[in-house]
C-alpha cells in the first residue's frame, strides 16, 4: 500500500545498484553509513568524475586552509553534474567567493565563544543550553555558523568536556531545555549518545533534549532501526532537521524521517536563507510543503549569518520579509517558520515579520490580511484585568530570579532597561 507520504517526492524508484560512477560498489556498502562516510569526497580528483567542476569550486577545492570539505557519496550523488547552481551542490560545494572577505563579518558572529560558561556550551537564554557534542559532521555546509571550531579534528569535544557540560547543568535548576548540537550529535559513536542522552535525562530540572542534525539528509544510511530504538529510549526528544531546499527530499531521506516520525520524536526543519539556492518565495513553498507532507514542522528561516566565508549566501533582509508574506494566508499556518535574524554579538532570534498591525485607538485594532483586506477588531470595554496576585502561575514564577527584559518593563518590574553607564552620561553638572 502506498499513502501520501510514499507517494509525495518519490516516484522515482528506490536505487537497485549505486548511481555512476560508484556502480561496481555492491549495494549493501552503498547502504551502509560507515562506507558512505570513509568515502566521503573532498579533493579536485574526487569530484571530478561525477561533476563538470566550474573554475570557482576548483578554487574553493584547492584554496588551502580553507573550511574542510567532505561530502558523502550520497549527498554528492544527488548533485546535478552539469549545474552549478544545483541547490545540493551550491549548499556543500567550496568556492573560490568563500576566501572573499566582507566588511561585517566576524568569526564568531553569534558571540557564543563569550557565552559559553564551559568550552562546547553556549546559554544565552535563561531557560536552555546548546551544547557542542563533536565538531564533526557528516559533510560539511559552506554557510556554517560555527566554521571557526566545525571539520577540525583536532578541536573535538571529549568526555572531560560532557563532564564539564553536564557539571553545569546539573548546577543549574532553570535549564529545563538542552539543545544538542556541534558538529552533528548524530555523528557520534550511538553509545556515547545512549550516555549523553541517559545523564540529561536523570537531570530532573531537564524536561526536554533537542537534536539538531543535518545527519537524514547527508546520510540517511545512518538512521537505522537500531539507533532508532536507541533514540526512542529518551523521549521527549524533538530532531531538527536542516533542511534548505525540497531537492533534498531525496527517496532515501524520506524513509530515515518517516523512521523518525513513525518512532514519535517531533520534527522539526531550521532553514537558512541563501542566494542563489532559495531565496525565492515559490522554491521556499515547495520546500516548506515538502516539509509538511513528510511530517517535518519548517520551524526557523534564518537570515544568513555574518559569518566569515559565507558572505555569497547573504541575502537583503527584504528578501525574507518578501518570503514571510508570499506564506502567510497563502498556505497552512504550520507551514510557516518563524523568519528570525540571530543578533550578532549574541543578542538571540530575533523574529521579523511583515507590518500587519496598522492603526489603533482606544477602542480598534486596524488589520490588514495578505490579501490587502483591511478590517477592524474592536476590543472589548470592559476587560477585568489578569490578577498576577491571585495567580499561581504568575506567584511561582515571581520567585524565580529570571533574565525579564522587556517583559519584565510590561510587568512593572523596571521602568527603563539602559545602556551601561547611561546614567553616568546623563549627569551632566552646571559648571
Ligand atoms: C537557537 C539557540 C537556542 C534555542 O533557541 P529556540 O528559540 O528556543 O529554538 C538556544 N541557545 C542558543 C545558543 C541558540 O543559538
Partial sequence: MTTKID????????????PTPWEDVPMEKWNDWRWQLSHRL?????????????????????APGAFRVDVTPYYASLMDPDDPQCPIR?????????LVSFDAQMVDSLA??????VPGLVHRYPDRVLMMTTTQCASYCRFCTRSRIVGDPAENFGSHDYERQIAY???NPQIRDVLL????PLILPAKILDNLLTRLNDISHVEIVRLNTKVPMFLPQRITDELVDMLRRHQPLWIHLNINHAKEMAPDVVQAVAKLADAGFPLGSQSVLMAGINDCPNIILDMVHTLVRNRVRPYYLYQCDLVQGAGHFRTPVAKGIEIMEALRGHTSGYAIPTYVIDAPGGGGKVPILPNYLMSMSEDKVVVRNYEGFISTYTQADEYESHDPETCEACQARQRENKQQGVAGLLAGKKRTIEPRSWQQTHERSQD
Avoid at 507517494?7 to 549505486?18: I, K, Q
Avoid at 551550491?90 to 573560490?96: A, D, E, I, K, N
Fill in 7 to 18: 507517494t509525495a517526492l518519490n516516484e522515482e524508484h528506490r536505487l537497485v545498484t549505486p
Fill in 42 to 62: 573532498n579533493t579536485v580528483e574526487d569530484f571530478s568524475p561525477i561533476l563538470n567542476l566550474t573554475e570557482d569550486e576548483i578554487a574553493g577545492l584547492s
Fill in 90 to 98: 551550491r549548499q556543500v560545494m567550496p568556492l573560490g567567493q568563500e
Fill in 112 to 117: 557564543e565563544d563569550q557565552h559559553s560558561p
Fill in 169 to 171: 547543568i546539573e548546577a
Fill in 181 to 184: 548540537s556541534g558538529g552533528d
